[in-house]
């Protein structure tokens, strides 16, 4: 049987970013809070915690905290059902995986109404939308916005639409790389930009095109920094329509093959017995991700 009183004490360390504030969240000392975590390592018989600054979980304190997550989102709605429980405390924290586009572009005004109104805090992990699923399987994350359709157990999984991406460049970056035309041939042979080892979405389009194998390529995991990148003309890159209405509107981006976007498919993956909330951020998502994503076909 777990001891929540030392379940919590992990959580607070990991939420609070060491001993010191989770002390003080917790109303106790700090020696009191790392007597708990020691208890806690003594009764699961390995270390939860990984003593750097800031402490991060190991692996069996990951799936503790996953545990911590849904019992709390669980007796949220206990108290929603008896008042008498709810004790006032801190709003709810939940932990989501979700592609660095997508935080760039629709996340926000889609859920920002509704954090508001149910006092939520996100714990934001961002992924590639094609490996974000691996932290849901781990059990580190309560949801999960990436591109695979298959849930995992004890998940389920709601279709939300896709995001446009078409290979932009600068009219600088044209005129250097292509000045007789772009033609898919050169592509390769052009700097392009990859937001990090995972993404192979221009590995994607340059297959679709016929030109096959390796290619030179700028590594820049962020969102807002890879249009930087893009419109500055270091490279040629694959990005959010909707990112860039202002900038190809004002000509300081230009599409390089009109009409060959590239369409990638996400899914809104969440746990099966993650309580009313989750399942309300769930129907959140559902109403409000159609009207920006673009339809699934």
């Avoid at 390592?41 to 600054?53: D, F, I, K």
């Avoid at 600068?170 to 990859?194: K, N, T, W």
């Avoid at 899914?267 to 309300?280: A, S, V």
Wanted: glycine content about 10%.
């Amino acid at each position: 049987m777990f001891d929540y009183k030392l379940l919590a004490a992990l959580a607070a360390v990991i939420e609070q970013a060491g001993f010191e504030r989770a002390a003080q969240v917790l109303g106790l000392s700090q020696s009191a809070v790392s007597q708990r975590i020691k208890l806690l390592e003594a009764r699961v018989g390995q270390p939860v915690l990984m003593r750097v600054t800031p402490p991060a979980p190991t692996e069996i304190g990951r799936r503790l905290l996953n545990h911590v997550q849904q019992v709390r989102l669980l007796e949220r709605d206990l108290q929603g059902q008896v008042p008498a429980l709810d004790e006032g405390g801190l709003p709810e924290r939940l932990r989501i995986a979700l592609n660095a586009d997508s935080l760039a572009t629709w996340w926000a005004s889609a859920v920002g109404d509704f954090c508001a109104r149910q006092r939520l805090l996100l714990d934001l992990v961002v992924e590639d939308q094609d490996v974000g699923l691996k932290r849901m399987r781990a059990g580190e994350v309560a949801g999960c916005v990436c591109a695979g359709d298959k849930p995992v157990a004890g998940a389920r999984c709601l279709p939300l639409g896709a995001m446009r991406y078409r290979a932009l460049a600068s009219p600088g970056f044209i005129q250097r790389h292509f000045p007789a035309g772009v033609r898919a041939e050169d592509l390769a042979r052009a700097p392009a930009i990859v937001f990090g080892p995972d993404d192979l979405l221009q590995h994607r389009y340059l297959a679709a095109l016929g030109v096959a194998g390796s290619f030179i390529h700028h590594l820049c995991p962020s969102s807002e920094g890879f249009v930087r990148l893009t419109a500055g003309g270091l490279g040629w890159g694959l990005v959010p329509e909707q990112q860039v209405h202002a900038e190809l509107a004002r000509g300081e981006l230009v599409e390089l093959l009109p009409g060959r976007s590239v369409d990638v498919p996400l899914y809104w993956h969440y746990w099966r017995n993650g309580g009313e909330l989750l399942n309300q951020l769930t129907e959140q998502l559902r109403r409000t991700a159609g009207a920006v994503l673009v339809p699934l076909e």
